[in-house]
């Protein structure tokens, strides 16, 4: 088997986004390779994420780790390393998963939020924690089935739960 064909091994390269406030965590699978580049959570101009985030808590963001913080938001991914080509989740092999109640066990957090299929999947089989989990659509460009409306819809559900006391 040559590397295309198996990926290659990466360990998760940044640290995650909370503190002991944080009520919701948000959890993706594993960094996409623009991400890794900038060393921070969803990248890429393509992806939607900090769009849908904007319009959900109708704020502009300029400061992309102050707004998690300030709105109870942790964020990280549920893969600490794997094998992976690029950035396809497709191609994911060999996950080890991060530390995701030791996280929790330092925060407020309430409720989970998987974004995308393969995060889902990933929490589902390794993560066994007593908490909410709603898995919501992948805000990459690449999902074209939601729309940009049909993500802040979704997304609004992250809002209720960091809002409530």
């Known amino acids: 088997m ?23 965590l948000i959890l993706g699978s594993f960094p996409s390779v ?3 580049q900038q060393a921070f959570y969803y990248a890429n101009k393509n992806n939607r994420f900090w769009s849908v985030l904007s319009a959900v808590f ?8 102050a707004f998690c913080l300030s709105h109870h938001l942790a964020l990280w991914d ?4 794997c094998r992976i080509t690029g950035s396809s989740d497709a191609s994911i092999r060999d996950v080890t998963c991060n530390n995701i109640a030791g996280l929790i066990r330092d ?20 993560i066994d924690l007593p908490l909410c989990h709603i898995p919501l659509p992948s805000t ?10 049909d993500l802040i819809r979704e997304y609004r559900k992250i809002r209720e739960y960091a809002e409530k006391d």
Request: glycine content about 4%; charged content about 30%.
């Open 107 to 126: 925060t407020d957090i309430r409720a989970v939020f998987t974004t995308g299929k393969k995060a889902s999947a990933l929490y589902q089989k390794y």
């Open 58 to 65: 109708e704020e502009e963001i300029t400061d992309r780790r």
């Open 140 to 149: 990459s460009g690449a999902n074209a089935v939601y729309s940009r409306e």
């Open 2 to 24: 040559n590397s295309k064909e198996t990926g290659e091994y990466l360990v998760h390269p940044f640290a995650p986004v909370f503190d002991a406030s944080s009520r919701v």
């Open 34 to 36: 623009i991400s890794r």
């Open 78 to 81: 549920v893969i600490c390393s």
